[in-house]
């Protein structure tokens, strides 16, 4: 079936080819034509396509239920997932809330916060500070704590925007990520916030540890997620990490604030936790608030998925091949070197300005200017470009624009946590090849432009 007969739609009328089979690193269509995953999807297939050990996994529960609606029945599969979840995560995150995927967790987050609020008679605690850009989700609870205009600016009129202060973008700032004063200057920031908003109202403040999509792997500087922490214990503001991308293991730890060693108070968590096998996700809270919570009433939220047996065995048998296979050390040890590839075509192609990450969570960002770090101009559309021109040649790599959805490419090379040396050759190959083709692209745009 063409796109022209299709019955299907999506974000916009891009057509792509039909999926044939995916296996590891490699997927290919029905033309036969092999693709590497260099982006895991959308930073989702983190142990691979097609393991084993997962598909043996599911098969066995399917064989027993695939659907369990939780006020009929507990089920083993999501009980067993929620005590492996407890032992990893940070000590006092012990109560597991399941979904399907990273905006329910948000909001399930951004949810359970306020009725905390109301169960301990905080009830003027409503506001929940994010930064710009962001990306937290889109459902409209999860919109109004994103910053990033394209997707907002339409459902305004429908949602209440919450408070937003600035990433933490060191590099476009001209300011050192490795001195603590850069980490507290961007982190005081919120303290500000708060007092202009009133201390009174504020929730919360969620944040992703290491960015995602719209940030493009950004890493905070020196400091900053530990004064985070300081600011929001002063003002009783609850933290909530968005860890839907940097969760799972991508970036060498299994959550991307063990880098740091910073306790949220509710974790939100998705995308490479199932690794693309079942939709999945999960909110993991501090135990006292979900107690104080469902002892107030009850927590008035769910979904009809949470908690499928299916998709737990699933994550389950997931966390079990990071472990087994040491894919932890693996994503650490090949982000090093993939890391160190990409900071090296900086010396070919002048208009890569940055290049940042952690683990197999690494992103590179196009500018006119490296000295100004000015974009390249908007026009040009370089972020759809060169996924273009990699995915012809066979590379699939993920894009956004930098700032605030409106104008830079940034471009995240997000490989599954099972590649290899080899596999990276490969990446940077057909990787090298595309920014040539893009070269002669801006080339003849900025002379056709004179």
Request: aromatic residues 8%.
């Amino acid at each position: 079936m063409t796109s022209s007969n299709s019955r299907l739609f999506y974000q916009s009328r891009l057509s792509r080819p039909m999926l044939e089979r995916a296996e590891g690193v490699y997927m290919w269509d029905k033309s036969g034509k092999r693709y590497l995953d260099g982006s895991s999807g959308a930073m989702v297939s983190n142990i691979g396509h097609s393991n084993p050990n997962v598909l043996r996994a599911m098969q066995q529960q399917m064989e027993k239920a695939t659907f369990g609606y939780r006020l009929h029945f507990e089920t083993e599969a999501s009980e067993n997932l929620a005590i492996k979840l407890d032992e990893l995560s940070p000590k006092g995150l012990e109560r597991v809330f399941f979904v399907s995927g990273g905006s329910e967790a948000v909001e399930s987050t951004i949810k359970l916060a306020r009725q905390y609020a109301i169960a301990i008679g905080e009830t003027k605690r409503w506001k929940v500070i994010s930064r710009s850009p962001s990306y937290h989700g889109c459902t409209l609870g999860a919109l109004a704590i994103t910053g990033y205009t394209p997707l907002v600016e339409p459902f305004e009129p429908m949602m209440r925007i919450m408070p937003k202060i600035p990433a933490p973008r060191a590099y476009l700032d001209g300011l050192d990520i490795n001195d603590p004063a850069t980490g507290h200057h961007y982190a005081d920031m919120l303290e500000t916030c708060i007092q202009a908003e009133g201390p009174e109202s504020v929730l919360a403040f969620i944040v992703e540890p290491i960015g995602g999509a719209s940030t493009g792997a950004l890493v905070p500087p020196l400091g900053y997620l530990e004064r985070i922490r300081e600011i929001c214990d002063r003002y009783n503001v609850l933290l909530i990490h968005d860890e839907v991308m940097s969760g799972g293991g991508r970036t060498g730890k299994f959550f991307g604030s063990e880098h740091w060693d910073v306790t949220p108070d509710i974790i939100a968590i998705s995308k490479g936790f199932g690794a693309g096998y079942v939709p999945l996700g999960a909110m993991i809270a501090d135990g006292q608030i979900v107690e104080t919570v469902l002892t107030a009433g009850g927590f008035g939220h769910g979904f009809t998925y949470a908690g499928n047996p299916l998709a737990c065995a699933a994550g389950l048998a997931v966390i079990e091949e990071i472990e087994s296979k040491g894919l932890l050390e693996n994503a650490t040890s090949m982000g090093e070197l993939l890391s160190s590839k990409l900071s090296g075509l900086m010396d070919q192609f002048p208009f890569i300005g940055d290049v940042r990450g952690k683990g197999l969570l690494l992103a590179f960002e196009l500018v006119a200017d490296r000295e100004s770090m000015t974009p390249l101009p908007a026009s040009l559309n370089a972020y759809e470009k060169l996924v273009n021109l990699a995915y012809e040649r066979g590379l699939i790599i993920y894009s956004r624009r930098t700032r605030d959805g409106i104008e830079g490419d940034h471009f995240l090379v997000c490989p599954p946590m099972i590649v290899t040396p080899k596999q990276i050759d490969e990446i940077i190959e057909m990787l090298t090849a595309s920014l040539e083709d893009l070269a002669r692209f801006i080339e003849f745009s900025e002379n056709q432009a004179r």
